[in-house]
């Protein structure tokens, strides 16, 4: 699974490790995020983020 960053504030989210905080498990691939989620740091959307190299 590959990981993503947000563009405007940098933050990756690692489907590994997953978000937690906002309800989202270990093991969920970005695809798999619900479309109201957001950046954990920053409030972006899901469309501010691009896949990290």
């Not at 690692?14 to 740091?41: H, S, Y």
């Amino acid at each position: 699974m590959k990981k993503y960053e947000c563009t405007l504030c940098g933050y990756i989210y690692d489907p590994e490790v997953g978000d937690e905080e906002n309800g989202i498990k270990a093991g969920t691939d970005f695809a798999d995020l619900p479309e109201d989620w957001v950046c954990p740091l920053c409030g972006a959307e899901k469309s501010d983020f691009e896949p990290a190299e």
